[in-house]
């Protein structure tokens, strides 16, 4: 064992408030996080349609088309869904979409597509639009892109607490495992990398039936899902996945009737914002908009 | 003729010895043989020849394609991230197959051949949530999840959704996966050392990877207790009428090793301690260790210092 680095252990985290006081490991509740220096406040619009799913569970195309453009306006306060994207991208931009893959929960390819469909729309060549997850280092989209769309659903994660829009820029890094300490709270770092840094301009978290608990070798049971029918938007990361999680948080209230806090704690998400400023991990500091449906919103 | 008479005698007797000695070496040998087989049943018992004598097609549930393999180098192929854990506990083999019904959810069988019972109890223990049910080694049932180790498997059933009929399969071939399973497999010679009074038996891991111990308990970064496959490592919890609190034993290989991990871990984590002192750290909780050569002992999380100083003190000497 070398001792040329600094060795991070539990202490230093007590000593920066990550575990409060208490016997068993504390853990903290998204929403209090630390003091954070920063004063700007983050928009997220989170919308919600039933119909987007049919009697099969499959999506319907042209129902989450309409509640993506419907959170973009809403998200940029206009009434045309087409311009944020014009503001957001030049047609000169080689886009990514990072998905997520995931076999039991991936990305919708309805939702790939219509953003997708979008950047087209305002002037984004298609050969300059790339949809991947993995083997981001070597694809010629994502090795050149100047601008990403980061997009995946939202799931309970063995080593990180919760699969977040955070997380998915980790295969961003051909050593993702150098990222899993202390429940992969250092996971904002990913995004100082120069494949990543400053080139995300939307992030979309999807809610459309997302894992509230994992459970087995591949942490799936569709017993621990359940339809939300939601997308939650936003330019920050960080207020999208803060949001999520106390929706994730909320749920597994609800479904184990007593406080399960989620496992391994998600701390990258306030360390997201804390250490790495990547957005608002304070509810107070997160102005959501709420659209569509309210029954069991699971935002009290 | 008397001469010839006696010799006749002696021949047949000395015919029924060698007689009587061939068919007790035979008897030996038999008897033997089938207790080495039976020994070994399991020792030669390989996930290929474990899933023949699972059923590919029960109460309607069919085995779906053919059952695939993989090992620490492929597993990533199969279980996206938590492969790292089977790694981390020595994965030789793995069998997956999965199960479709017309009108039922899909249900998965994972068996995985950790080489040693020691590591399926390891792996076993990374997750203990559910209740106790009546199927293998400690058999867990959560929604949707069957759980439990036999020997040097570690055996994995879930059903994609709950249902009464898919909960009624998962056991039923949760069943017959142990029964294929001859012998019971000893669990770690180290969790004999941990004190009994108080202890949360259903909260015991098992686990010689630093990893796993940051799983479970964030510790550092780095490696400090220089845990590895040498190194039996159980982590347990406590709750005691002082407090509640969690035991670290590691096993070292050698009084160096032993004494080298405590100077590590003061250096690094309690630099203000001395051995059995509890110490109390920032969050309000206290800590302490001592050395009982090989064993490294460490309490954690310890409500008061009198939860750490009683349960570091109930750790056998030796």
Same mark, same amino acid.
């Given at each position: ?52 799913? %049919?009697? +099969? ?67 984004? %060549?298609?050969? +300059?639009?790339? *949809? ?17 769309? +980061? ?16 997380? +998915? ?20 770092? $990913?995004?100082?990398?120069?494949? $990543? ?35 939650? $938007?936003?330019? %920050? ?9 106390? *929706? *994730? ?52 | ?16 010895? !060698? ?8 008897? #030996? ?6 207790? !080495?087989?039976?020994?070994?049943? =399991? =020792? ?5 020849? @474990? ?121 039923? @071939? ?120 090989? @064993? ?14 009683? @349960?570091?003190?109930? #750790?056998?000497?030796?």
């Amino acid at each position: 064992m070398t001792n040329e680095c600094k060795i991070i252990t539990r202490r230093d985290f007590m000593v920066a408030g990550s575990f409060a006081v208490g016997g068993a490991m504390a853990r903290p509740s998204l929403g209090q996080a630390p003091p954070t220096v920063q004063t700007d406040r983050s928009r997220v619009v989170l919308i919600r349609d039933k119909n987007v799913l %049919d009697e +099969n569970g499959q999506v319907r195309k042209e129902v989450i088309a309409r509640m993506l453009d419907d959170a973009i306006k809403a998200l940029f306060n206009t009434g045309d869904a087409l311009a944020p994207w014009r503001n957001l991208f030049k047609s000169s931009d080689i886009v990514g979409i990072k998905t997520n893959v995931w076999t039991p929960l991936p990305t919708p390819r309805a939702l790939e597509e219509t953003i997708q469909e979008r950047l087209v729309a305002v002037g984004v %060549d298609a050969t +300059n639009i790339g *949809i991947k997850d993995r083997g981001l280092l070597q694809d010629p989209i994502f090795t050149r892109s100047t601008a990403l769309v +980061n997009v995946r659903p939202m799931r309970t994660h063995h080593w990180s607490g919760l699969g977040t829009l955070i997380k +998915n820029h980790i295969m961003f890094t051909d050593q993702p495992w150098a990222y899993h300490g202390n429940a992969c709270e250092r996971l904002g770092a $990913v995004w100082e990398l120069p494949m $990543v840094k400053g080139k995300t301009r939307l992030n979309i978290l999807v809610m459309l039936t997302p894992l509230f608990h994992g459970v087995g070798p591949h942490h799936f049971s569709a017993a621990y899902t359940w339809p939300y029918y939601g997308l939650i $938007v936003s330019t %920050d990361p960080v207020a999208a996945d803060t949001t999520g999680a106390r *929706i *994730i948080e909320a749920k597994r209230r609800q479904h184990f009737g007593e406080d399960r806090p989620i496992s391994p704690p998600p701390r990258h998400i306030a360390a997201a914002d804390t250490q790495f400023g990547l957005g608002q991990s304070r509810p107070e500091r997160i102005d959501l908009i709420t659209l569509g449906f309210t029954e069991d919103l699971l935002l009290a | 003729m008397g001469d010839a008479v006696t010799r006749c005698d002696g021949d047949i007797v000395l015919r029924k010895r !060698i007689l009587f000695g061939w068919l007790f070496v035979a008897a #030996v040998v038999i008897v033997g043989g089938v207790l !080495i087989m039976n020994l070994n049943h =399991t =020792t030669s018992l390989s996930v290929e020849i @474990l899933m023949q004598h699972v059923p590919t097609n029960i109460d309607g549930w069919r085995a779906t394609g053919r059952d695939r393999y993989y090992d620490a180098d492929t597993i990533f192929d199969y279980i996206d991230g938590g492969g790292e854990v089977y790694r981390a506990y020595n994965l030789r083999r793995c069998a997956a197959r999965r199960y479709e019904h017309s009108s039922g959810p899909e249900i998965v069988l994972d068996v995985f051949d950790l080489g040693s019972a020691s590591d399926a109890f390891g792996v076993f223990t990374h997750d203990l949530d559910g209740d106790p049910v009546s199927i293998g080694q400690d058999g867990r049932y959560r929604p949707g999840w069957l759980s439990f180790w036999k020997n040097r498997f570690f055996v994995s059933i879930y059903a994609m959704e709950e249902t009464d009929a898919s909960a009624r399969i998962v056991r039923e @071939l949760g069943r017959t996966v142990a029964a294929a399973i001859a012998d019971e497999g000893r669990r770690p010679e180290l969790l004999a050392a941990l004190p009994d009074e108080g202890q949360q038996t259903n909260r015991i891991r098992y686990l010689h990877h630093h990893l796993i111990l940051n799983y479970h308990y964030y510790l550092a970064d780095k490696n400090i207790l220089d845990i590895d496959d040498t190194t039996p490592t159980v982590l347990a919890t406590y709750r005691r009428s002082a407090g509640q609190a969690q035991l670290l034993l590691v096993r070292y290989p050698s009084t160096e090793r032993c004494r080298a991990a405590a100077r590590q871990w003061v250096e690094h984590y309690v630099p203000e301690s001395v051995a059995v002192t509890p110490v109390q750290l920032e969050n309000g909780s206290w800590t302490a260790w001592r050395i009982a050569d090989p @064993l490294l002992a460490i309490v954690l999380e310890a409500e008061t210092a009198a939860a750490a100083e009683t @349960l570091l003190a109930d #750790v056998p000497a030796k």
